[in-house]
């Protein structure tokens, strides 16, 4: 459960950019809230698979945490949260985003030629305040990544990749477990953001 839905929807939007051409050498992979559940898992994946992954974190304290799971750049989060031009200069050749809102339409706005996004999240908002110009000056990709109604096959694959290529030494290490009576407790932290990789709760129920 450490994986969790965290995990496989990391691996689905490692394989939407292999699908769609994002090799390791292509060029930098962007991976936003990195510090988080998704994040982090997908920060692992990417780098374990050769590619350079520029992780985005709100929480520069966590710079070591990320450079262990294998990101070569951190990112703070201030460069994406101002809404900035329809095109800025050049750098992903992929993404991987959780947040939405402008820090996705920054990241749009970034992408290199024929870059391709996958998006799974909207820790950032609903809204998405970007306009054609990364889609018709710069082939961009926008793929949305859905876990709820992913075809069987699919899952099937995701999960047989993860049992292969997931490190499992560093997601225990990126994993902390809080006992059922102090989840209310931890709930503020999940809204803070400043919770860290994986979170499991052990249930372990009385029989008879």
């Given amino acids: 459960m450490a994986i969790g839905t965290a995990g496989y929807t990391a691996m689905l939007c490692v394989m939407a950019l292999?699908?769609?051409g994002v090799m390791p050498d292509g060029g930098e992979?962007?991976?936003?809230?990195?510090?988080?559940?998704?994040?982090?898992?997908?920060?692992?994946?990417?780098?374990?698979r050769g590619y350079?992954?520029?992780?985005?974190?709100?929480?520069?304290?966590?710079?070591?945490?990320?450079?262990?799971l294998g990101a070569t750049t951190i990112i703070d989060r201030a460069e994406f949260t101002q809404v900035g031009r329809p095109l800025s200069k050049e750098r992903w050749a992929g993404a991987i985003d959780v947040a939405g809102g402008v820090v996705l339409a920054n990241v749009l706005a970034s992408m290199r030629y024929r870059g391709v996004v996958a998006a799974c999240g909207l820790v950032g908002g609903m809204e998405l305040p970007t306009t054609v110009a990364p889609f018709i000056l710069?082939?961009?990709?926008?793929?949305?990544?859905?876990?709820?109604?992913?075809?069987?096959?699919?899952?099937?694959?995701?999960?047989?990749?993860?049992?292969?290529?997931?490190?499992?030494?560093?997601?225990?290490a990126m994993?902390?477990?809080?006992?059922?009576?102090?989840?209310?407790?931890?709930?503020?932290?999940f809204l803070e953001g400043k919770v860290r990789g994986r979170?499991?709760?052990?249930v372990n129920?009385?029989?008879g």
Avoid: F, H
């Avoid at 006992?179 to 709930?187: E, F, P, T």
């Avoid at 979170?199 to 052990?202: C, E, G």
């Fill in 18 to 20: 292999e699908r769609n």
């Fill in 29 to 48: 992979v962007v991976v936003t809230g990195a510090a988080g559940g998704v994040g982090s898992i997908a920060t692992m994946l990417l780098a374990a």
């Fill in 52 to 68: 350079s992954v520029a992780a985005v974190t709100g929480r520069m304290a966590e710079a070591d945490y990320l450079t262990g």
């Fill in 138 to 172: 710069r082939a961009v990709t926008l793929i949305g990544i859905d876990s709820v109604m992913c075809p069987k096959p699919e899952r099937l694959i995701a999960w047989q990749r993860l049992a292969q290529e997931l490190d499992m030494a560093r997601l225990d």
């Fill in 175 to 189: 994993t902390t477990e809080v006992q059922l009576a102090d989840v209310i407790a931890m709930a503020p932290r």
């Fill in 199 to 202: 979170i499991l709760v052990p």
């Fill in 205 to 207: 129920p009385q029989l």
